[in-house]
C-alpha cells in the first residue's frame, strides 16, 4: 500500500506545483519543465560533491562504491528514500504533516523562476524579479512552523521555533544588505544588477556588504555553523524529525535549493553574475553561463569549506551575531553607501 501511496503523493505534488506555476506566474508548462530537471540533478551533484569535500577535509573515503567514483550515490540515496514507507504519526495532524513539506518545495523553486544565469536563459525577467524572490521565499518559514506544529512532536515544534526565529532574524539584515545593493544600482532587475557590474564586480567596493551577506546566508539556510534549527544532540534532528521517504525528501530537497538559490544570488550580487573576470573581450569566447557555473561552484565550495572546519555556535551567541553585530554594521555601512551616493 505505501508503494501507492507514494506514486500517488508524487503525482499530486507534481499536478500542484504545476497548477502553482502556471496560475500565478502565467508559465506554460512546457516552459517549467526543462529548468525543473536540471535543478533536480545539480542538488543531486551538490550532495555529493559536499560528501566527497568533506571526506577530503576529514581524510576519509567518502561515497565511491555505488557507480564510477560514487556517481550514482544520490540516485541510490533518492530511490531508497522513495520506496521507504510515508509514516505519519497517529497524534499528528496528518493534512497539514503532508502539506508541510510541499509547501517548502513549492516555495524553493518558484525562486528560481526569475534568477537569471546569463543574457537569455532566465524563466521570467520581471522588474520586480528581486522584490518576487524575498515574497516568496519569506514565506518558506511557514512550512517550518507547520511541520514542527503538526507533527505534535516537542523537539520537532521547538526546532520549528528555533528555525522561525533564525530565519526572521537573519532576513533583517539581508534585507539591508541588498537595499545597499540596490542604492548603486537603482533596480529591482537581476539582469540590470549584473550589467551594472560590467566596469568591477560589487565584491571590491561592497566587500563588507558581501561578508555579512554570506554569514547571513548560512544562517538563512541552516548551514554550519548556524543550524541550530538542525541540532542531532538537542533536538533529534530538529522540525523534520517525524518525516520519513517522500516527505523527507521534499525538505531535503527544499533545503538544498535554498542554499543553491542563496549562491545564485551572492554571484549575481558581488560576483558580477554571468560576467567575466574584468570583463575581458577574449574571455567572452567561453560560454557565459560556464562563468556562472564556475562563479556558482566556487561559492559553493566555500559553504562545504565552512562547514567541515567550523563548529556549531550556541544558539545565544547565533541571535547575538544576527541582531548585534550585522544588524548594527548593516545599517552603518548603509548610510555609508548613502552618504558617499549622496557627495558624489
Same mark, same amino acid.
Given at each position: 500500500? &505505501?508503494?501507492?501511496?507514494?506514486?500517488?503523493?508524487?503525482?499530486?505534488?507534481?499536478?500542484?506545483? &504545476?497548477?502553482?506555476?502556471?496560475?500565478?506566474?502565467?508559465?506554460?508548462?512546457?516552459?517549467? *519543465?526543462?529548468?525543473? #530537471?536540471?535543478?533536480? +540533478?545539480?542538488?543531486?551533484? &551538490?550532495?555529493?560533491?559536499?560528501?566527497?569535500?568533506?571526506?577530503?577535509? %576529514?581524510?576519509?573515503?567518502?561515497?565511491?562504491?555505488?557507480?564510477? #567514483? !560514487?556517481?550514482? %550515490?544520490?540516485?541510490?540515496?533518492?530511490?531508497?528514500?522513495?520506496?521507504?514507507?510515508?509514516?505519519?504519526?497517529? +497524534?499528528?495532524?496528518?493534512?497539514?504533516?503532508?502539506?508541510?513539506?510541499?509547501?517548502?518545495?513549492?516555495?524553493?523553486?518558484?525562486?528560481?523562476?526569475?534568477?537569471?544565469?546569463?543574457?537569455?536563459?532566465?524563466?521570467?525577467?520581471?522588474? +520586480?524579479?528581486?522584490?518576487?524572490?524575498?515574497?516568496?521565499?519569506?514565506? !518558506?518559514?511557514?512550512?517550518?512552523?507547520?511541520?514542527?506544529?503538526?507533527?505534535?512532536?516537542?523537539?520537532?515544534?521547538?526546532?520549528?521555533?528555533?528555525?522561525?526565529? %533564525?530565519?526572521?532574524?537573519?532576513?533583517?539584515?539581508?534585507?539591508?544588505?541588498?537595499?545597499?545593493?540596490?542604492?548603486?544600482?537603482?533596480?529591482?532587475?537581476?539582469?540590470?544588477?549584473? *550589467?551594472? %557590474?560590467?566596469?568591477?564586480?560589487?565584491?571590491?567596493?561592497?566587500?563588507?556588504?558581501?561578508?555579512?551577506?554570506?554569514?547571513?546566508?548560512?544562517?538563512?539556510?541552516?548551514?554550519?555553523?548556524?543550524?541550530?534549527?538542525?541540532?542531532?544532540?538537542?533536538?533529534?534532528? !530538529?522540525?523534520?524529525?517525524?518525516?520519513?521517504?517522500?516527505?523527507?525528501? *521534499?525538505?531535503?530537497?527544499?533545503?538544498?535549493?535554498?542554499?543553491?538559490?542563496?549562491?545564485?544570488?551572492?554571484?549575481?550580487?558581488?560576483?558580477?553574475?554571468?560576467?567575466?573576470?574584468?570583463?575581458?573581450?577574449?574571455?567572452?569566447?567561453?560560454?557565459?553561463?560556464?562563468?556562472?557555473?564556475?562563479?556558482?561552484?566556487?561559492?559553493?565550495?566555500?559553504?562545504?569549506?565552512?562547514?567541515?572546519?567550523?563548529?556549531?555556535?550556541?544558539?545565544?551567541?547565533?541571535?547575538?551575531?544576527?541582531?548585534?553585530?550585522?544588524?548594527?554594521?548593516?545599517?552603518?555601512? +548603509?548610510?555609508?553607501?548613502?552618504?558617499?551616493?549622496?557627495?558624489?
Amino acid at each position: 500500500m &505505501f508503494y501507492i501511496f507514494n506514486v500517488s503523493f508524487s503525482i499530486l505534488f507534481s499536478i500542484y506545483f &504545476f497548477a502553482i506555476c502556471y496560475f500565478l506566474l502565467d508559465i506554460s508548462f512546457i516552459k517549467v *519543465l526543462p529548468p525543473i #530537471l536540471p535543478i533536480f +540533478l545539480i542538488v543531486a551533484l &551538490f550532495t555529493l560533491l559536499e560528501r566527497k569535500l568533506l571526506a577530503g577535509i %576529514q581524510r576519509r573515503r567518502g561515497p565511491n562504491v555505488v557507480g564510477i #567514483l !560514487g556517481l550514482l %550515490q544520490p540516485f541510490a540515496d533518492a530511490v531508497k528514500l522513495i520506496i521507504k514507507e510515508t509514516i505519519i504519526p497517529g +497524534l499528528s495532524n496528518s493534512i497539514l504533516f503532508i502539506i508541510a513539506p510541499v509547501l517548502s518545495f513549492t516555495i524553493s523553486l518558484l525562486g528560481w523562476s526569475v534568477l537569471p544565469l546569463s543574457y537569455s536563459l532566465v524563466l521570467s525577467d520581471i522588474n +520586480l524579479g528581486l522584490m518576487f524572490l524575498f515574497s516568496i521565499s519569506s514565506l !518558506g518559514v511557514y512550512g517550518i512552523i507547520i511541520s514542527g506544529w503538526s507533527s505534535n512532536n516537542k523537539y520537532a515544534f521547538l526546532g520549528a521555533l528555533r528555525s522561525a526565529a %533564525q530565519f526572521v532574524s537573519y532576513e533583517v539584515s539581508i534585507g539591508i544588505i541588498i537595499m545597499t545593493v540596490l542604492l548603486c544600482v537603482g533596480s529591482l532587475n537581476f539582469s540590470e544588477i549584473v *550589467l551594472f %557590474q560590467t566596469k568591477i564586480w560589487f565584491i571590491i567596493p561592497l566587500f563588507i556588504s558581501f561578508f555579512m551577506f554570506f554569514i547571513s546566508a548560512l544562517a538563512e539556510t541552516n548551514r554550519v555553523p548556524f543550524d541550530l534549527p538542525e541540532a542531532e544532540s538537542e533536538l533529534v534532528s !530538529g522540525y523534520n524529525v517525524e518525516y520519513a521517504a517522500t516527505t523527507f525528501v *521534499l525538505f531535503f530537497l527544499a533545503e538544498y535549493s535554498n542554499i543553491l538559490i542563496m549562491c545564485v544570488l551572492i554571484v549575481i550580487f558581488f560576483f558580477g553574475g554571468w560576467i567575466p573576470f574584468l570583463n575581458l573581450v577574449i574571455l567572452y569566447y567561453i560560454p557565459l553561463w560556464l562563468w556562472f557555473s564556475v562563479k556558482i561552484s566556487f561559492v559553493i565550495f566555500l559553504f562545504i569549506f565552512i562547514r567541515g572546519t567550523l563548529p556549531r555556535y550556541r544558539y545565544d551567541q547565533l541571535m547575538f551575531i544576527g541582531w548585534k553585530v550585522l544588524l548594527p554594521i548593516s545599517l552603518s555601512f +548603509l548610510f555609508f553607501v548613502s552618504t558617499v551616493f549622496w557627495f558624489i
